[in-house]
């Protein structure tokens, strides 16, 4: 029996309609960019095995790390003990995150660092007395992952829907205008993905909304949670997306490509007003919140190894080296919808009858640059193409070439 036969009969993939599926494709190993198949094919993985790789598959530095890692400490406990790896990527995310960024709370994915950012500002208010600051206040096509919390701050779609009865409200604002009109409620926090709404379908917002956002934010002396899960190190060209605008969040939410794609990890960081307010002699103002694989060392010490590649091989360059054939390479695809270009994530929005995620025209497409050897997940009516940040000129424009046969 092929990989795919065997899979069909025991595997539930995510966000997969089982039914209709094709047969999952068998990837062997992979290497860079490539990811080479079970039957002998090579495909270029134009979606960063979903948005998480940034150095290329099997990077011979941070395999070396984890091997390294694994022959020293596997996993411990992270409550009562701690580990070099744990403190050390700690330590190195407070150098390059916004200043006034000093606290690192570790969890396990996307979804749990933005779980911990909420529970963490609702307790904020009321380990301060203001037990009814609770409202969240988030953005109109937000996407900010898949558990309960996470789920309830993001849009209302086809994502969510199954699960409304579990799900709290939360106001939802599409301009700064709407914004401050909701912060003249109760509120716990904001929470924007800065600069890029990823699954809510590639929206590139300017700097000056997300530095407006921070000033409301001040204004109305609430906290703002940056959730750069998809744009943190350097997915937007800058380390982090906060950057364009200028700005400190009081919490951001990072994961995805924190560990280069290699293992899950969760960051929730804070500024030192955050944290000050959970110090008490009141045990019931601890922060009760954690996972059996907080601060994984083998995560944490792949983590520390990418962030030295950061630093000894100018990586942001290749970024913005990406961006400018980016865009140039969809210029031409402007008749066919809306471009969106921003570092090293390109867009565009085709013009559909039904436009979402359950647009058919994905799948459609899907299948049509599989079959040319590029792995892209249009989200309904929008492609996008986000390789790692290796991919080499060459690369890209093998890929662009893709892309044009296949829209055009
Ligand atoms: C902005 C944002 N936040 C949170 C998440 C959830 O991350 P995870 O899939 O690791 O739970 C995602 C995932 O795509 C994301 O794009």
Redesign the pocket.
């Known amino acids: 029996m092929s990989m795919a036969d065997r899979d069909r009969a025991v595997l539930w993939h995510p966000y997969t309609q089982m039914l209709h599926a094709p047969a999952p494709v068998a990837i062997a190993r992979a290497e860079g960019v490539w990811l080479y198949t079970e039957d002998g094919r090579r495909i270029l993985d134009g979606i960063s095995s979903?948005?998480?790789n940034i150095h290329g598959h099997a990077h011979p530095k941070l395999n070396a790390a984890l091997a390294a890692q694994a022959r020293e400490l596997e996993h411990v406990v992270f409550a009562g003990c701690t580990h070099r790896p744990a403190v050390e990527l700690a330590e190195r995310l407070i150098e390059i995150l916004p200043k006034g960024l000093a606290r690192v709370f570790y969890s396990d994915?996307?979804?749990?660092?933005?779980e911990v950012a909420l529970k963490l500002a609702v307790q904020y208010w009321r380990n301060l007395g203001q037990p009814n600051r609770r409202t969240i206040v988030t953005l109109h096509n937000?996407?900010?992952?898949?558990?309960v919390g996470?789920m309830s701050a993001s849009e209302d779609s086809v994502f969510t829907r199954a699960f409304e009865p579990l799900l709290f409200r939360v106001e939802r604002v599409g301009n700064l205008e709407a914004l401050e009109t909701s912060l003249r409620k109760s509120v716990a926090a904001v929470l924007i993905?800065p600069m890029l709404?990823?699954?809510g379908g590639m929206i590139v917002w300017p700097a000056e909304f997300v530095a407006g956002v921070r000033r409301l934010c001040d204004r109305y002396k609430t906290l703002l949670i940056a959730?750069?899960?998809?744009?943190g190190f350097g997915r937007t060209g800058k380390m982090f997306a906060c950057e364009h605008a200028g700005i400190t969040p009081d919490i951001i939410?990072l994961?995805?490509a924190l560990t280069a794609g290699y293992l899950?990890l969760?960051v929730t960081a804070t500024t030192g007003r955050v944290y000050d307010a959970f110090l008490s002699d009141d045990r019931a103002k601890t922060f009760f919140h954690g996972h059996s694989y907080t601060a994984n060392p083998l995560a944490c010490a792949v983590a520390v190894a990418s962030l030295d590649l950061f630093r000894d091989e100018a990586v942001l360059t290749k970024v913005s080296r990406l961006e400018r054939q980016l865009r140039a390479g969809f210029e031409s695809l402007r008749k066919l919808g809306d471009v969106r270009v921003i570092g090293g994530v390109a867009a565009v929005e085709l013009a559909s009858d039904k436009p979402g995620y359950l647009d058919q025209i994905g799948p459609r497409l899907a299948a049509a640059f599989l079959e040319r050897g590029l792995l892209l997940r249009p989200l309904g009516n929008v492609v996008y193409f986000m390789p790692p940040y290796c991919i080499t000129e060459s690369e890209t424009a093998w890929a662009l070439e893709q892309i044009g046969h296949v829209l055009g």
């Open positions: 979903w948005w998480v994915n996307g979804s749990t660092a933005v937000a996407y900010h992952g898949d558990t996470a993905e709404q990823g699954a959730d750069e899960v998809l744009t939410c994961s995805k899950p969760g």
